[in-house]
């Protein structure tokens, strides 16, 4: 009995092999990145409510924020493909490492530019979305190389899309103050931790 052999099995094995690496490797990284935001982001959420046990690391009395956990994982991923040269399963084991650091790491990114702010900052949400956004892009969408009408299509939705994001987060900052508003009551509410 002859295998089957369907085109359009064929070909998109064919696209499979021929796929580049960034792209097998933006799916791993993204995929960290997004639960590692979540878990975070749900984590220090039941520990300001009081719903699970304080497990910050703090070191002589000062809270080590999770940004530094991330900022450490990034050199690490950084120095291991410099100084190594990894196969195929290391570099997707170091995609997504790379991929936990980025979050752990942009999860506080308001505390960047507001040094000593609150951690529920809309500055650290937006940053996590422009860096999801942008992996999903690396992650699936074809070179430009490659775009056919369909993809330009697309893109042309995608930029329409885009400029009404813009238009409503801007209107929309006028709602996150209140939202802020009532995280820091919760915050405020409990009694400090340790």
């Not at 993204?30 to 520990?47: C, D, E, Q």
């Not at 697309?154 to 885009?162: F, S």
């Not at 238009?167 to 939202?179: E, G, H, N, P, T």
Request: proline share 6%.
């Amino acid at each position: 009995m002859a295998p089957f052999t369907d085109p359009v099995h064929t070909e998109r094995a064919v696209e499979q092999a021929k796929e580049s690496r960034p792209r097998r490797l933006a799916r791993p990284i993204l995929v960290a990145f997004l639960f590692t935001f979540m878990a975070a982001r749900i984590l220090v959420f039941l520990i300001v409510a009081r719903r699970i046990p304080d497990v910050y690391l703090s070191l002589g009395g000062t809270h080590v924020h999770h940004l530094n956990y991330g900022i450490f994982l990034l050199s690490g991923v950084g120095a291991y493909l410099l100084l190594r040269y990894p196969g195929p399963r290391a570099l997707r084991g170091s995609a997504i490492v790379y991929g936990i650091g980025l979050a752990l790491t942009f999860d506080e990114f308001g505390l960047w530019v507001h040094l000593g702010g609150s951690y529920w900052q809309r500055a650290s949400f937006d940053a996590v979305v422009v860096i999801a956004g942008l992996l999903c892009l690396a992650a699936v969408a074809p070179t430009v190389r490659r775009f056919r009408p369909r993809h330009w299509a697309t893109a042309a939705m995608l930029i329409v899309a885009v400029a009404v994001f813009g238009i409503l987060l801007v209107d929309s900052l006028r709602y996150a103050d209140r939202l802020l508003l009532r995280i820091q009551i919760v915050e405020q509410s409990q009694p400090p931790l340790r």
